[in-house]
């Protein structure tokens, strides 16, 4: 068993700045990699970010390229999304989840690779 809970969202600026927490108890040693999700109201659930638990290679949506940033501390057992020139189509519901299997390259792009998931937290972009 995994939990992940986020935290650090609000409502923001456009151009503004949030970093999204994701604190990761339980089963934590098998992790493989974590990653960052998105999902509007309507919209499908949309890959943002990953990072590879261990190495911390990532790899980004290209929406996202240049203006946030994944990144982990396995010692605090914590995920980060630090998000910077934030516009308002960036306005979602953002979760971090877990995966536990290696795989490489854009696997870990896909929803279905991650096995744990958090309950959310809203990211508000005003114009």
């Known amino acids: 068993q995994v939990l992940l809970v986020e935290s650090g969202g609000g409502l923001v600026q456009a151009g503004g700045s949030l970093r999204l927490s994701c604190a990761v108890s339980g089963r934590t040693l098998g992790i493989f990699a974590m990653g960052w999700f998105r999902q509007a109201p309507g919209k499908e659930r949309e890959f943002v970010a990953t990072i590879n638990w261990s190495e911390g290679s990532t790899d980004y949506a290209d929406s996202v390229k240049g203006r946030f940033t994944i990144s982990r501390d396995n010692a605090k057992n914590t995920l980060y999304l630090q998000m910077n020139s934030l516009k308002p189509e960036d306005t979602a519901v953002y979760y971090c989840?877990?995966?536990?299997?290696?795989?490489?390259?854009?696997?870990?792009?896909?929803?279905?690779?991650?096995?744990?998931w958090g309950q959310g937290t809203q990211v508000t972009v005003s114009s």
């Open positions: 989840a877990a995966g536990f299997s290696r795989a490489y390259g854009l696997a870990y792009r896909e929803v279905w690779r991650y096995a744990y």
